[in-house]
């Protein structure tokens, strides 16, 4: 059992109590790395149902009154198992009432017929134990997915893809994104121009909306030399802090790139 129901995502350290995706986060903040603010949720309370409300307000206004929520189950994010598209993110989240209905449909995701599947195909526990992660959230005008090793070849080179908005365009397969592939130091291999009609971003009342992308931006090219520079270097301080393959989702907000999830590359 956690001492502490929720803290900062900088002092979540604890595995067993915060969940994969909230101590890693907390690593990369402590290592400086640009990680939006925001806070876990241990297992047990959220399990328990015993999240105080209030504190959940004070959360929700100190991260600005616009966030995401986000699963963090113990086991997730390893090596062995990413839960990849299992588990909930809910996004836009605009007020208390609903980051309290966030919380459930994260929690009702690791209960799926698909999220049990998987536990049983990785012989893990089927009773899950999800903390959650609640946090700034980034208004990108881009964001994607980094691999420091291509995961298809297995070749030592940076794959990168991304489209305009909130990286959940990717994640949904809601559009063909842009791919690059750069050599361990940056130099670039490919660029291929996606097929990006659609961009996914925060709603005025709440959640996000599928937005139409101007014709002339559906097959240009959405990350620059200097992007693809920073992107490089990110990598760099994840490799050089973690070990390993990284597996990692980042925006950019204007020309600001921020981290939103480390993982390994995953096996399972």
Not at 112 to 122: D, E
Not at 242 to 250: I, K, V, W
Request: hydrophobic share 50%.
């Amino acid at each position: 059992m956690s001492v502490v129901t929720i803290v900062r995502l900088e002092d979540a350290r604890e595995e067993s109590s915060f969940g994969g995706k909230a101590t890693q986060l907390g690593e990369a903040l402590r290592a400086g790395m640009p990680v939006p603010p925001g806070f876990a949720i241990a297992w047990d309370a959220v399990d328990a149902a015993k999240v105080d409300r209030a504190a959940l307000g004070a959360v929700f206004d100190a991260l600005g009154g616009l966030v995401a929520v986000r699963s963090s189950a113990i086991g997730e994010d390893s090596a062995a198992a990413s839960f990849a598209g299992q588990h909930a993110t809910v996004l836009g989240v605009r007020s208390l009432d609903g980051v309290v209905a966030a919380i459930e449909e994260v929690v009702d995701s690791a209960h799926t017929a698909a999220a049990i599947a998987y536990r049983h195909k990785l012989g893990l526990d089927v009773h899950p134990r999800m903390g959650v992660v609640i946090q700034e959230l980034a208004r990108a005008d881009v964001a994607g997915v980094l691999f420091t090793r291509n995961p298809l070849t297995r070749a030592d080179e940076r794959v990168i893809e991304a489209t305009w908005g909130l990286g959940e365009a990717v994640v949904q397969g809601l559009v063909t994104p842009d791919r690059y592939r750069l050599a361990r130091g940056g130099r670039v291999l490919e660029r291929a121009a996606g097929d990006k009609d659609l961009a996914i971003h925060w709603a005025d009342g709440g959640g996000t909306e599928e937005v139409p992308v101007d014709d002339a931006r559906v097959t240009a090219l959405c990350l620059d030399d200097t992007k693809l520079a920073a992107l490089e270097a990110l990598a760099v301080r994840c490799e050089e802090r973690f070990g390993g393959t990284q597996d990692l989702e980042f925006a950019f907000v204007g020309a600001r790139l921020v981290l939103l999830q480390r993982r390994a590359i995953t096996r399972g």
